[in-house]
Each structure stands twice: as structure tokens, then as C-alpha cells.
């Protein structure tokens, strides 16, 4: 079987797509939109290769499925597998952000969907188990069994200092594992209860001071599990009783809702939520001009979403506080203002930043080295390919873990490595 990296390769972080072909059939492990404009150009040759069977997709980030309408738009004509949850937010995801017409024909191609845990045949051949991740709803691990040969794609691996899935006590052994890195040089993520509360904190410096709270989120996962936060913190006292939550993301509502409904994928902590405080995700949608905590979605660079008019509205008041929990690319607009710029350009103004910035280091929902690292452990691969991260941090990671393994590698962009020749290298 072979193996060529489209994507989330090369020391890039996003686009994540990586192609398996056997003699009888191919299936591709992602299919993400690469969303840093400075990334390496995709040969033509890969752009015109549709010719896959089957699309495997590990959980509905954009940059995991969002290059699906250009995908089927260029011929792709097999089908699309996934767990339940999955599915339902990647049709969020495209009919939000695609022409009507372009997120049918993507939706089209879907077959059935399966449980975590249950092995389903994608291609002649070739079968795929999903695991649970523990990255976002129903996100997963993809084991990849064809004539002996297994491989373990993480997809994203959630972070396990966070309670908002579970995150499997074991994984399978696999010959290899395609592993993402994108915090490879961190040892360890800040602790998250400390980041939590010292969240509340800042949002009731600025609440008393008659300011608003805006927090720049991504519209899946990470607006659902800051609402879970906030009501947590006014149910236990931590925050206001009449506080109020303010949602301003459209995809935002409707993934909440899907996330309301699929209660079965929680941890035991969120299904007793459930049980004491109602619904864990609450919130409204008007804003009466009152103090509140705003959550407004933000494209990964910051320079898109609804956040922007925030942005207009409330940089340049010093009562105000900006939040800045997600990851940013280097250099972006969200990751200037979370370093403490002086001053953006937006929308033909240029803003002096004068609202507190609030940077919080503990929220990541992906895992950290040693998280990673015992992902290594359990897995147990003769060879570990490492996706999903910029070249410092993977080469860090590469370091960490080249002595539990037979050989670690960092594909670039567009490279393709024959499975079977690099494992009898190994074992000569």
C-alpha cells in the first residue's frame, strides 16, 4: 500500500488529506481546506486525482473537510464515511459556507453512517474502525486494516485535561501511525483549571468595570465547550448568577444544537450537567447593550467572522476585554492582538487597541507532547509518520519519540512513501 501526504505535511498545519492506494483501491483520510494563504501551492497532478473510492473523515473541522465540495466539483465520485455526529456538522459546516447546490452534492456521496468501534469495508479490502478522539463531537481516531497491513490515523487527538469527551483507556496496536503534532513542542498544556478560573476572574474584572467580554471562537467545538464553562461557572457561583452569554456565530447555534443532540457522546461530568443545570449550553442571542460575555466566531487567522465588528465596536474601549483562547496562525491578525499590538487596520479604519487583550494558554483541545507520547506507547508502530504541525514543533516531537519507535518520519507536501518497502527496511 502507498501513502502520499496532499496535505497538514511539509511543516503545515492545516489541509489535512492523505491518500492510501492499494492494487484495487484508494481512500483518502481527510479532505481539509488549506487555510494559511503562505502555504506551498498542491501540485496540478493531485489537484485533478479524484479518483479515490472513498473519503474517511476523522471529525468536521474546515481543515479536515472543507475542501470536500472541490473535491466532488473535480469528479470525486465514491463515497463519504464517517461516524453520526460527524456528518450532521460537516452538512452545518458546508451548507453555512458553500452555494446550496455544491454542499448537496457533498452530502450526496455520504453512506451510512457507523458507531465508534464498528468496522465497516470503505473500499474492496480495505476496512476502517473509528475510535473516539476526544477532540470535538464525535471526532476520531481511524484504524485502517487491509491484508494485515494496519494503520492508525489520529486524526485530532483531543486533550485530555478536559472533560468534555472521554478519552479511550486503550488504542489498538498498529504497524503504522499517522500522528498529528500541532503541539509537539509542548511538554505539557498549561493546567486547565487554573486557565478556567483565572478566565472567571478576568471576566468579572470587566464586567465590574461596565465592560463587555468579547472571546473570538471557532464556531464547532470550542463555542460549545466555552458555553458548557460559563453556565458551569454561574451555576457554581464562579460568575454572575445574571451574567449573560451573548452568541454571535449563526454556524455556532446550529452546531450547539447538534451537539444537544447527541448527549450519548459526552463524558459522565456533561451528562450530569445535563441532569443539574438543564442545558449546559445555554445562551441568547440579544445583545441590549448591558456588560455581558460575548462568544463571536473568528475565521483560525482572526480576520473573518463576526468577531470583526466586535473588533470595530470595541477595541479602542479601555473597559472592554478581548479573548483569544483558540489557535492562531503566526503572524495573523488574531495573533497580533493576542501579543498586545498597538494598533489594526480593518475595514478601511485603523483601530488603537486600548481594550485589555486576555490570552488564555489552557484551553487547547489538542493533546500535548506527553499526551501524544503515550499515544505512542499504546500504539505500538514500527513506523510513526508526524502530520498536522509546523516544523518546530514536530521535529520536537520527532526527538521525543524516535526511541520508542523503528523510524520517524516528516513527510513533505505531495511526498509518497510505499508502506510495505518502508516496513521490510525497518525489519531488515
Known sequence: MKITFWGASGGEVTGSMHRLDNNKASVLLDCGSRLDKNQIPLPDRLKRNTNVNAVVLSHPHTDHVGDLPNFVEQGFKGGIFSVHPTKDITAALLFQNEPRHRAESVMEKYKPTV????????????????????????????????????????????NKNKKLFDFPETLPEADVLLLESTYGARELHPDFNNSLNDMYHSIDRTISRSGNFPISVFSIQRTQELLYHLNKGKYEGQLPDDLRIVLDAPLGEVVTDIYLHYREYFSDEISSAFNMMGNPFAYTTHYDGKPCVILASSSISGSEGKIVQHYINGLENPNNTFAFPSYRPPGSLADRLARGCDTVHLRGKSLEVKAEIYDPRGFSSHADATQLFEIVKMVKPKIVFLVHGENIPRIALKEKIRGSVGEVILPGIAEEFDLETVLSKRAA
Open 115 to 158: 458507531d465508534h468501534n464498528q468496522r465497516v469495508e470503505v473500499a474492496e479490502g480495505i476496512y476502517v474502525t473509528f475510535i473516539p478522539a476526544a477532540h470535538i463531537l464525535g471526532s476520531s481516531f481511524t484504524l485502517i486494516e487491509n491484508n494485515g497491513l494496519r494503520i492508525l490515523f489520529s486524526g485530532d487527538v483531543g
